[in-house]
């Protein structure tokens, strides 16, 4: 095995990723069975993960799509069973489940009394207890074993008042705080090989946010050229982007990282605008 290998290597380490289905969590999927590792894929509406599970196999890669539902703990649990039954004990947990509605935003020809809170309910639920859940569910592995990392999901939104998201910033922003109060839990009470960290990426092209930042003939929005102007690197993210933060943060490369919110933003965060 070669220095870099034993650094980053994460062959045959199974990774557990929620919202499995989406954009990121797709590229982050292929990547990491590129380098080895098996992937379990799971999301509410199985057909897109179950896409790019059969992808990843017909790649030579190893990778299984679960149906599941982040916000109920005994699915939940039953999935775990099937993982483990599948592939063995969970090794990495990376929580992509997420979304936002447009009744937790506040647009611009409205105030913050035009909130819908039933909106704003649901977005805080799915984006916080949809990493809490999976979070108490899918690391009993690695409190049993003494290891293995967690990677949640934050947020510019989470770092800075980004005008407009109301919902999904309050929502990513406890997630930032839930990921400092796991890696604090874990390490104290299960030792330092179980870390617990997350990302919290800029602004990347989903399904989601496609609309409001890239005009139907490949243009940018108003929306979308004022994020480009506050990102010093110009440009949108692109999701095979998140990859190699994601080995590091999961690798030997990282063993005394534990509670950090990464920025993978091109500058984003960094700039003052000025």
Known sequence: MSYTEELFGIKDKVYVLTGGGGVLAGAIAEGIAKAG???ALLDIRIENAQK??????KNGGVAKAYETNVLDLSVLEKTRDEINKDFGDIDVLINLAGGNMAGASIMPDQTIFDLKVPDFEKVVNLNLNGTVLPTIVFTKDMAKNKKGCVINISS???????????GYSAAKAAVSNFTRWMSMEMAIKFGDGIRVNALAPGFFIGDQNRALLINEDGSYTDRGKTVIANTPMGRFGEADELIGAVIFLSSNASKFVTGVVLPIDG???AYSGV
Request: proline share 0%.
């Open 267 to 269: 500058g984003f965060e």
């Open 156 to 166: 510019m939104a989470a770092f800075r008042a980004i005008s407009r998201q109301l």
């Open 52 to 57: 790019r599970a059969e992808l990843i196999n």
């Open 37 to 39: 590792a098996k992937v």
